[in-house]
């Protein structure tokens, strides 16, 4: 079974620091892996996906890197604002069929501090 | 603007009552997910469905019941024998062959 680890579960840093937010996962056999945040009180926004091939996925401010053999991803995110301010979910999809068999992380919970 | 409207926002359930909850989507997608949050724990599937007529039970099925007569439409019914009911609900929906992309801005279900 599919087990996701989100480190730190709570962040609070400055504004205008850069920042990592990590994601560990114990079946490497993943088809890709989605970051999601989600604000309070809110759905989920799909940030990045990367699929297994691929090493790392950028969009703006983010960039999500994928070490699938070392079960590990991680979400860069640059020069923050307080509009990043979210929780960020990690999801690894674990096959090519069954696209319902996502495994979600707790989340890492970011305060972005102006 | 395309999207995913669940309502009511907020909820409450009396005891040895059915709510339901509705999910409606106007991206064309083929699949429709419910997804369950609590507090301190990942998102967990309820039930999902492909194709209109046709749906599966997820993870923690027991208790819930959905229909899916139209493309655009997914809700889910919490019944009486759901002990539990207290949570955020998700809808979410994806193409076919792709997990959810689109979520709705949830459901919060209480109990009075």
Known sequence: ?114 | DGGITQSPKYLFRKEGQNVTLSCEQNLNHDAMYWYRQDPGQGLRLIYYSQIVNDFQKGDIAEGYSVSREKKESFPLTVTSAQKNPTAFYLCASSILGMQPQHFGDGTRLSIL
């Open chain 1, 1 to 114: 079974k599919q087990e996701v680890t989100q480190i730190p579960a709570a962040l609070s840093v400055p504004e205008g620091e850069n920042l990592v937010l990590n994601c560990s996962f114990t079946d490497s056999a993943i088809y890709n892996l989605q970051w999601f945040r989600q604000d309070p009180g809110k759905g989920l926004t799909s940030l990045l996906l990367i699929q297994s091939s691929q090493r790392e996925q950028t969009s703006g401010r983010l960039n999500a890197s994928l070490d699938k053999s070392s079960g590990r991803s991680t979400l860069y995110i640059a020069a923050s604002q307080p509009g990043d301010s979210a929780t960020y979910l990690c999801v690894p999809r674990v096959s090519n069929f069954g696209n319902e068999k996502l495994t979600f992380g707790t989340g890492t919970r970011l305060t972005i501090i102006p």
